[in-house]
């Protein structure tokens, strides 16, 4: 029952015969190929700075993100985007790419020149023993090097927004403060691209902070919204006229957010007015500065505008302490008898329990403001590392200010962002 192929001749079952068209396989797979190709050769262009390509024989030369980082990928990429799609049926197809020949330097000089098989393979539709049919064809792939108009505005300096980070008065702490504020920045800015280019166009050290150059405004603002909510800052927004814009015949702005550290952090004194006491800084969040009274022991709340410079009238890691050892504890008047412990001069101040003071002995640590000597508290203990109190530590007082405490929930997410006329903003 067997019959002969018209072609070559050979022997063809009557099963073959009516599945490939009256032929045998190799004849019918000649006459129709698994998959076919308009063009097998690709001439693209690659950006060194981020990669990003582009097909220099398209009339929009429009520039393409690559997936990965790596050239063998955006070579990859560019024959699927440009050959493998254009491909009839080719979502049916799978398909392999292997390099041959490769330029010996990849990443710089002239035109280079890659040589590919694209393999081609089918997918079975379950048929037992059957094998998936394959087809080779060779691709030649030329490529030049050359700056996309992203990386070129880089590296002109070009930029729509700037983020301008500064502290206030000089104190030691102020360096790194801005250098973390800095790298966090960084790293925000890191997970965000543009076009496929990382938005930081440059990081420039300047007097009293740092100057961060962006591509877009809308990361500018959404660094800003993550460092307020974050940060004990003050932020003030601004732009300026960068020249026209030819499209639209109005304005090209240039936004400016200028970012301010405040000059306190935990373990300073400051005068609160509200109470007409010195307070020391126990912990600082985005929305509130938490203090106790050094008059009275008692918790305080208070937002970070509540202060100024002048209100600072001790100063952690710059002003000396002076250490005094308990010599008694007086009951019968709540007096307590302390010495001095560089000069050994004795005084008797009022026994406060709030201060944690639990036996003789004890080392004690005070300031004299206005002739008037305020103790520090040893209940209280002042990570300054991590900005804040201890989260086991006991504060007498607490108690008395559980609903003031909700204080510490305060969303700044919607804080006003209006250009107030700062001038630090927009120089």
């Known amino acids: 029952m067997n019959r002969f192929c ?23 797979y000649k006459n129709h190929p698994l ?3 308009e063009k097998k050769s690709l001439f693209i262009q690659i950006c060194p700075q981020c990669l990003k390509y582009r097909n220099i024989e398209e009339s929009d030369k429009a520039w393409y993100i ?32 292997d390099p041959t020949h490769e330029p010996s330097v990849i990443d710089s000089g002239k035109k280079k020149i890659v040589w590919l098989e694209l393999t081609g393979r089918s997918r079975p539709e379950g048929t037992e023993g059957e094998e998936p049919r394959e087809e080779i064809v060779k691709i030649q792939l030329k490529y030049s090097v050359g700056t996309c108009n992203d990386c070129a505005q880089k590296h002109v300096g070009y930029h729509n927004s700037l983020i301008q980070l500064r502290s206030g008065m000089k104190r030691v702490e102020n360096e790194q403060r801005i250098a973390d504020l800095k790298q966090d920045i960084l ?14 166009t440059s990081v420039e050290d300047v007097s009293g902070g740092v100057d961060i150059k962006l591509m877009s405004k809308q990361l500018g603002k959404n660094i800003t919204n993550y460092v307020r909510k974050k940060y004990c800052v003050d932020v003030k927004e601004s732009f300026k006229i960068a020249g026209p814009d030819k499209e639209t015949g109005g304005n090209l702005t240039r936004t400016f957010y200028g970012i301010r550290l405040y000059s306190f952090v935990p373990g300073d004194v400051l005068l609160f007015e509200k109470k007409g006491e010195p307070c020391m800084i126990l912990r600082v969040t985005s929305a509130m500065a938490h203090l106790v009274s050094l ?8 937002k970070p505008d509540t202060f100024t410079e002048e209100d600072l009238i001790f100063q952690v890691n710059k002003d000396d302490p002076i250490e005094f ?3 008694s504890l007086n009951e019968q008047d709540a007096t ?17 329990e709030w201060l944690g003071i639990e036996q003789e002995e004890d080392i004690i ?47 700044t997410g919607e804080q006003d962002d209006e250009d107030d006329g700062d001038d630090d903003a927009g120089e």
Not at 68 to 92: C, M, N, P, T
Not at 297 to 302: K, M, Q, S, T, V
Request: proline share 3%.
């Open 35 to 37: 998959f076919t190709m």
């Open 325 to 327: 050892q308990v010599v």
């Open 295 to 302: 008059v009275t022991g008692r918790i305080e709340h208070a």
């Open 365 to 411: 640590k005070g300031f004299f403001f206005a002739d008037k000597l305020y103790l520090f508290p040893l209940a209280q203990v002042v990570d300054h590392d991590k900005g804040g109190a201890e989260p086991d530590d006991e504060v007498p007082g607490r108690e008395d200010h559980a609903r003031d405490a909700e204080s510490d929930d305060v969303d």
């Open 336 to 352: 307590m008898n302390l010495m001095r412990t560089d000069t050994y001069e004795e005084r008797v101040e009022n026994f406060k």
């Open 66 to 97: 690559p997936e990965r980082k790596e050239y063998k990928d955006v070579w990859f990429q560019a024959i699927h985007h440009f050959l493998i799609s254009k491909i009839k049926g080719s979502d049916a197809l799978d398909f392999f790419i």
């Open 187 to 200: 790293d925000f800015a890191s997970r965000s691209d543009f076009h496929g280019t990382n938005q930081i």
């Open 6 to 28: 018209p072609v070559c001749g050979k022997t063809v079952s009557l099963e073959d015969i009516k599945k490939y068209d009256g032929t045998c396989k190799t004849c019918y």
